[in-house]
């Protein structure tokens, strides 16, 4: 079994407790980040899965108008189409309370993700990082952000020494083509969290810790066998 110290599971009877927890759990974060340096920065995946969690996020009571929000990923539409995580997040969670806080995307309207990437590296590049909260999901291929398995990109984007802090990615399962931070770039945070459903999703991550030969392809892998900051994982069935 492959050691996983930095992983820590917490399950949940149902998706709504999760979101509640989660919720709660960032707002904490960026309370205290507001509190010692007077803004916070946080970075969330689109999905399904969020959807509630982000919810809940909106309505917690905190000075929004100093966080800003970005997206781990995106698919390169603009935020107009029905499968635009920036369409997401400002329909459901930059509502309420959250909806003074200041919104970057990583789609700029360039033709494609490569031709806007310069733009978007230096969107992420002027945040004042670290994250001070990161919220991941994965898919049921074991892809999370775009570190989707056979992306065009995926090698440099898993590379733990890359320079590059955002990436296009292109790939069979991804769909359109898509704009991702790398993993370096994920992992400049003080809290990172993967917030999963199902038990199809809680088998892939029992393949990683068992150390299957089929789960080395997840690219989730490299999330949860890297040393460098603690993973929350948040699952409910």
């Known amino acids: 079994m492959p050691n996983l110290p930095n992983v820590t599971t917490l399950s949940f009877t149902d998706g709504h407790a999760q979101a509640v927890a989660l919720a709660g759990q960032v707002a904490a974060r960026l309370r205290a980040a507001l509190a010692e340096r007077g803004q916070a920065v946080l970075a969330v995946s689109g999905g399904t899965t969020p959807k509630e969690f982000f919810a809940c996020l909106s309505r917690e009571s905190l000075d929004w108008a100093n966080v800003q929000v970005t997206l781990v990923d995106e698919r390169w539409v603009p935020d107009s189409d029905e499968r635009s995580n920036a369409g997401l997040v400002k329909s459901l969670l930059l509502q309420h309370a959250a909806g003074a806080a200041q919104f970057v ?50 090698a440099e984007a898993l590379d733990l020494e890359g320079r590059a802090p955002v990436l296009p990615m292109r790939a069979s399962g ?64």
């Not at 494609?112 to 001070?132: K, N, V």
């Not at 992992?187 to 150390?211: N, Q, V």
């Not at 490299?222 to 993973?231: D, G, K, T």
Request: charged share 20%; hydrophobic share 45%; aromatic share 8%.
């Open 105 to 154: 995307p990583l789609y700029t309207g360039a033709a494609t993700p490569e031709e806007g990437l310069a733009a978007a590296s230096a969107r992420i590049d002027a945040l004042p990082l670290p994250f001070d909260a990161v919220v991941l999901g994965m898919g049921d291929d074991g892809h999370t952000a775009s570190f989707f398995p056979g992306g065009d990109h995926l």
């Open 174 to 237: 991804a769909g359109e083509p898509r704009i991702t931070l790398s993993l370096p770039t994920l992992l400049h945070t003080r809290a990172l969290y993967l917030l999963i459903a199902g038990e199809k999703k809680a088998d892939l991550l029992a393949d990683i810790r068992l150390g299957l030969d089929a789960a080395k392809h997840y690219p989730v892998r490299a999330v949860l066998v890297q040393q460098r900051v603690p993973v929350m994982v948040y699952w409910c069935p």
